[in-house]
Every structure is written in structure tokens, then in C-alpha cells.
């Protein structure tokens, strides 16, 4: 290492160590830094930036967090809670379009059996087993149709609580409504007595 002149009062170490911390600093002023704080004496009231000064030097310079660093933290979770509801409306189209498509799916295949049945006419010669066999299918596609309808029951569920807070919303109004009517009533039976009064008065 090449001899360095380290005889610097404590204002030029400062500037040095400013420019340092600013990135301004030469590589003949880095090398000047090193040599400062390597030793084991330290200039007075520097010995809280020898450590980072020395940790910089030797693993090169640490950038800093840029400007936007906020701005692009918010930009990152917002796009984190987009993609989020994104997932959940698809979700929720999706199990919407699948209980559509199994539903069309029973009444295409329902239609299809039925008219390939028809080729074979009279196929059972007793009633009662017609019968029966008819009230096995429809049972089957009864029991189909309400796997594929149960996914709708929480919308009854709303629809039904919606009902009801009207019916709550439509009693309050009619009590209020009853109220002014007594208050209108108060009123005019007042007013009459003010006129009675006045008419009194001027007698």
C-alpha cells in the first residue's frame, strides 16, 4: 500500500466521510478513508462510522433503496390484490358456467334417451313396470337436477333477507307515517286554538 498522508483535522474528515456517504468520493479519498479508520486508534467521535465505512469499503459501495421505493411497494400489492379478486370472480364464473353446462347436459341427455326410447315402443308389456322404470328415471333426473340447483340455494338465502329487511323497511315507514299523522292532527288542533284564542281576544 502506497504511504498516505493521514494528518487531517476532524473538519476534513468529516467532508471526507460526507462525500463518502454521497458517493462522491475518489478512489484515492477511499483509499485515504481505509487507512484513517483500519487502525486501532480512530479520530475522535468517529468511532460509530468506522465499522460501516470499513464494511462498505471492503464489500463495495451498497446502493441505495431508490426514490420510488415506496410508490413501487404500493404499485406491488395492488396489483397482488387485483390479481386476488381476479382469481376469486373467475372462481366464481366458472363453478356459475359449470352448474349452467351440467344443467343443459340433463336435458340434452334426458331428450336424447327419451327419443331413443321411442324406437322401442312397447317394450315393456306389463304397465306397472313402465311405470315403475318411468318413475326410476325421473327420480334420477330429479335428483341430478337438484345436485345442480344447490349451488343456488345461497342466493335464495339473500333473495329471502332481502324480502324480509323490506318488510322491516316497510313497517318503519308505516309507523313514521302514522306518527306525523298524529302530529298533523296535534297541529291543527292547536292552530284551531290559536284562532279560538285569537277570536276570544279580540271579542
Known sequence: ?????????????????TSFFEGETTEEEEKLLRALFSGDQVPGGFEAEKEYILF???NGNIKDA??????????AIDKQGIKAESKHS??????????????MLIVFGTY??????????DTYSDP???????????????????KGTSALR??????EMTDMSREKLNETSSTI?????????????????????????NN
Open 177 to 201: 307515517n302514522k306518527s306525523l299523522l298524529k302530529l298533523n292532527v296535534l297541529k291543527e288542533v292547536n292552530s284551531d286554538k290559536n284562532i279560538n284564542d285569537t277570536i276570544d281576544i
Open 154 to 159: 345461497p342466493v335464495s338465502k339473500l333473495s
Open 66 to 75: 431508490s426514490n420510488n421505493l415506496e410508490g413501487k411497494i404500493i404499485r
Open 1 to 17: 500500500m502506497n504511504s498516505i498522508n493521514i494528518n487531517m483535522n476532524n473538519q476534513e474528515i468529516r467532508r471526507l466521510i
Open 90 to 103: 373467475r372462481r366464481y364464473y366458472l363453478m356459475l358456467l359449470s352448474g349452467a353446462a351440467a344443467i
Open 112 to 121: 336424447f334417451f327419451i327419443n331413443s326410447r321411442k324406437g322401442f315402443r
Open 128 to 146: 306397472a313396470i313402465a311405470y315403475a322404470e318411468t318413475m326410476k328415471l325421473l327420480m334420477d333426473v330429479s335428483s341430478r337436477l337438484n
Open 56 to 58: 462498505c469499503l471492503a
